[in-house]
């Protein structure tokens, strides 16, 4: 089987749409508690970077890739960006659930990647976070907002959708 690129992944599926990603047995967390916690009780040697920038603001990560994204731009911009890490999933998992955002209905908590690393600049943070890419929403997401869900893992050609499991939440 042909593994899915970086680059092809981001344009082809994330480019244009919000985007949190999580693990299959934390997207079962989600559905359980009808949420995408900014605090979802995770050990601290389970979170990316301990502390993060937008974790530190009381929000949840999000993936930013603006339509018409360039990831070799980008790439050769920003090289120690981990995209790698996560797209098209996160090795250390073997699968990834991408959960595509209702931006109008979560509007008022949304910030851009652009925004989220002109705050980290403006505030002097050394804390961790994707630069450019990692936009988040200031507090909790209800499930509802949630529009799409897809998994993609090791081995995997292209992704699934999950989205009937969000109509049995």
Same mark, same amino acid.
């Given at each position: 089987?042909?593994?899915?690129?970086?680059?092809?992944?981001?344009? =082809?599926?994330?480019?244009?749409?919000?985007? !949190?990603?999580?693990?299959?047995?934390? /997207?079962?967390?989600? &559905?359980?508690?009808?949420?995408?916690?900014?605090? +979802?009780?995770? +050990?601290?040697? $389970?979170?990316?970077?301990?502390? +993060? /920038?937008?974790?530190?603001?009381?929000?949840?990560?999000?993936?930013?890739? %603006?339509?018409?994204? #360039?990831?070799? *731009?980008? =790439?050769?911009?920003? +090289?120690? =960006?981990?995209?790698?890490?996560?797209? %098209?999933? *996160?090795?250390?998992? @073997? !699968?990834?659930?991408?959960?595509?955002?209702?931006?109008?209905?979560?509007?008022?908590?949304?910030?851009? @990647?652009?925004?989220?690393?002109?705050?980290? *600049?403006? &505030? @002097?943070?050394? *804390?961790? /976070?994707?630069?450019?890419? $990692?936009?988040? !929403?200031?507090? #909790?997401? %209800?499930?509802?907002?949630?529009?799409?869900?897809?998994?993609?893992?090791?081995? #995997? $050609? #292209?992704?699934?959708?999950?989205? !009937?499991?969000?109509? &049995?939440?």
């Amino acid at each position: 089987m042909m593994m899915v690129g970086i680059a092809d992944f981001i344009s =082809n599926r994330l480019a244009g749409s919000l985007w !949190h990603t999580t693990s299959v047995a934390r /997207f079962g967390s989600i &559905l359980a508690t009808g949420f995408i916690m900014v605090e +979802p009780g995770l +050990p601290e040697k $389970e979170r990316y970077g301990g502390d +993060p /920038f937008v974790r530190s603001l009381g929000g949840v990560s999000l993936f930013d890739f %603006p339509a018409g994204f #360039d990831f070799e *731009k980008y =790439n050769a911009e920003i +090289p120690t =960006n981990s995209l790698g890490e996560f797209v %098209p999933f *996160k090795r250390s998992w @073997g !699968h990834s659930v991408w959960l595509r955002l209702d931006t109008d209905a979560l509007a008022l908590g949304i910030r851009s @990647g652009k925004a989220i690393r002109a705050l980290w *600049k403006d &505030l @002097g943070s050394v *804390k961790r /976070f994707i630069a450019e890419v $990692e936009g988040a !929403h200031l507090g #909790d997401i %209800p499930i509802g907002e949630i529009a799409d869900a897809y998994q993609i893992g090791e081995g #995997d $050609e #292209d992704w699934t959708c999950l989205n !009937h499991t969000l109509r &049995l939440a």
